[in-house]
């Protein structure tokens, strides 16, 4: 299930619209700087938020339409924040006759979210990729730009236990932080 609808609400809230016009600003007098500034955006927040859209679109001086249809039409745009820990599954082509689909269902399974989706509590985000460039190790899930070599169902839900017992140590520790 997606994240998308609340806390979403809430964090287009707080847009930092003058670190938008610092964006902007670094490529005036640019042509054709759409994608770059997008990319930059994507980088500073994570993800292109809707309200940002208009934004930029009035600031560039081009239609909403125009932007929303660069940011849907290029796969490395998300329209939604990504999870803490963003699962990402390798589905070139040895990958993919390694078992990758097999992995994907996995992850579905244990986390309730199809690919793009991001689990209710913003911890998990499962994405379907294109190559990553290490093939001999296929098939790879990336996480945290770590990748996970030769993995199968069973690994990759041992994967999400792990990050799982990780988060509820940060919080553990965090927590006996706060009442210090
Ligand atoms: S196909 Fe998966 S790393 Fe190349």
């Known amino acids: 299930m997606t994240s998308g609808c609340a806390c979403q ?50 600031k560039l001086h081009v239609s909403p339409a125009k932007i ?11 329209l939604a924040p990504i999870g803490k820990y963003n699962l990402m599954v390798c589905e070139g082509t040895a990958c993919h006759v390694n078992g990758a689909k097999a992995l994907t269902r996995a992850i579905s399974e244990e986390l309730n979210i199809a690919g793009g989706e991001t689990t209710g509590d913003g911890l998990f985000t499962m994405e379907r990729v ?16 770590e990748a996970h070599a030769n993995m199968t169902p069973a ?26």
């Open 155 to 180: 690994r990759v839900r041992q994967l999400i236990g792990q990050l799982r017992e990780k988060e509820q140590h940060s919080q553990g520790v965090q927590a006996a932080k706060e009442v210090q």
């Open 68 to 78: 929303y249809g660069i940011v849907t039409f290029y796969a490395q745009f998300r």
């Open 130 to 145: 294109a190559c990553v460039g290490c093939c001999s190790l296929a098939p790879v899930v990336v996480v945290d730009g």
């Open 9 to 58: 609400a809430a964090e287009e809230k707080d847009i930092p619209y003058a670190q938008l016009d610092e964006v902007i600003a670094r490529y005036k007098g640019e042509a054709a700087v759409i994608i770059t500034i997008l990319q930059d955006v994507q980088e500073l927040l994570g993800y292109i938020p809707k309200q940002s859209i208009a934004y930029l679109a009035e």
